[in-house]
Every structure is written in C-alpha cells, then in structure tokens.
C-alpha cells in the first residue's frame, strides 16, 4: 500500500482546505485509512479515521465539527476538509493506513504504511 497526501498550504485562519490521499494498492483486507497531524516540537496527533466498508467515521476531540473525512472507493482516495481554521492546526498532515486485515484505532502505532505528509500552515 502506497498512500500520496496533497493539498496542504497556506490559509488564514477562519477559513478552509480540502486534503485528499490517494491509497494505491488498497485490498479488501485494508480497513481503513486516517489522518494524523504533527506540529513542532509536538507528538503525532490522531485527526480522523474512515473505514472503507460501511463508512464510519471517528474525530480526535480537537477537530470534531470542524473536520470532515470522506471517501471515494472508485478512486482508493480519502479526503479531509477542513472548515474554520486555527492557528492551532498547523501542522504536517499525514494518512495512514493499517497492515491488512487489522483494524486499528486511534493510535499511531496500529498504522503500518505512511505517506510523505502535506504541510498545512494557518496564519493570522
């Protein structure tokens, strides 16, 4: 599994952007795919997690209502849009994905393959 994150950059606060992961190599054995975050200096951070069959959803505490994760299973493509920016979510973004035929939660650790990350910076 090869996952490719794009669509970071610069945005005022208060406002939006729409990250999307392309999943190449996905199976039916690959559960689900997340986002995670990192800022400076801090530990990576859980942001959202999708399951590719039946689509359920899960939020870390400091997105819940602002952020939405999707799907497109025609595509292998996860999307994370991001409305109401703060200063606070700057950060590299990250999608993650599971080793087949586990299902993992909220943390890092669970999550076997990686892409490269996108930057995503919210100014003032």
């Known amino acids: 599994v090869q996952l490719q994150a794009s669509g970071g950059g610069l945005v005022p606060a208060g406002g939006s952007l729409r990250l999307s992961c392309a999943v190449a190599?996905?199976?039916?054995?690959?559960?689900?795919t997340a986002w995670f975050r990192q800022a400076p200096g801090k530990e990576r951070e859980f942001v959202a997690r999708?399951?590719?069959?039946?689509?359920?959803?899960n939020y870390g505490d400091s997105v819940k209502g602002r952020f939405t994760i999707s799907k497109d299973n025609a595509k292998n493509t996860v999307y994370l849009q991001m409305n109401s920016l703060k200063l606070e979510d700057t950060a590299v973004y990250y999608c993650a994905a599971p080793a087949r035929f586990t299902y993992p939660t909220t943390d890092a650790k669970e999550y076997h393959y990686w892409g490269q990350g996108t930057k995503i910076t919210v100014s003032s």
């Open positions: 999708i399951l590719w069959t039946g689509g359920r959803t």
């Open positions: 190599g996905r199976t039916v054995g690959t559960s689900a």
